[in-house]
């Protein structure tokens, strides 16, 4: 079993049942969050368009996130939305009206470099 960090934005949650489904950053398969038993209460709550970071790995070929780390909170909070509004390709093969490209809710800042002083 392969560990693989990733970045997220969950798309669905239930707050109650500390359960959420994420759109990952390799826009694979979707990964399903529940926290394990011993840190439910440790486990940070989590919602619609939250940034988050954290671990992939399949099991029965579902893709299961552990260890989540709130990166922040709100960050794309209308990408279900747009999601949903996307249409698919009809039967005639017809092309989607709208993409939605999970890059564009990734801030690619790039980084600054270091400055020494004296």
């Known amino acids: 079993m392969t560990v693989q960090n990733m970045y997220g934005v969950?798309?669905?949650s239930d707050a109650n049942a500390q359960k959420a489904v994420i759109w990952?950053?390799?826009?694979?398969?979707l990964a399903f969050y529940t926290p394990c038993e011993q840190?439910?209460?440790d486990a940070p709550v989590l919602d619609a368009g939250d940034l988050i970071q954290f671990d992939v790995v399949v099991?029965?070929?579902?893709?299961?996130?552990t260890n989540p780390q709130l990166l922040e909170s709100s960050h794309s909070p209308d990408l279900p939305a747009n999601l949903k509004?996307?249409?698919?390709?009809?039967a005639k093969g017809t092309s989607a009206q709208k993409v939605?490209?999970?890059?564009?809710?990734?801030?690619a800042k790039a980084e600054e470099p270091l400055r020494r002083s004296g």
């Open 85 to 90: 509004s996307s249409q698919p390709a009809d």
């Open 39 to 41: 840190s439910l209460h």
């Open 24 to 29: 990952c950053e390799d826009q694979g398969e």
């Open 59 to 65: 099991k029965q070929n579902m893709r299961k996130a």
């Open 100 to 107: 939605v490209d999970i890059s564009q809710y990734f801030d």
């Open 10 to 12: 969950v798309l669905w």
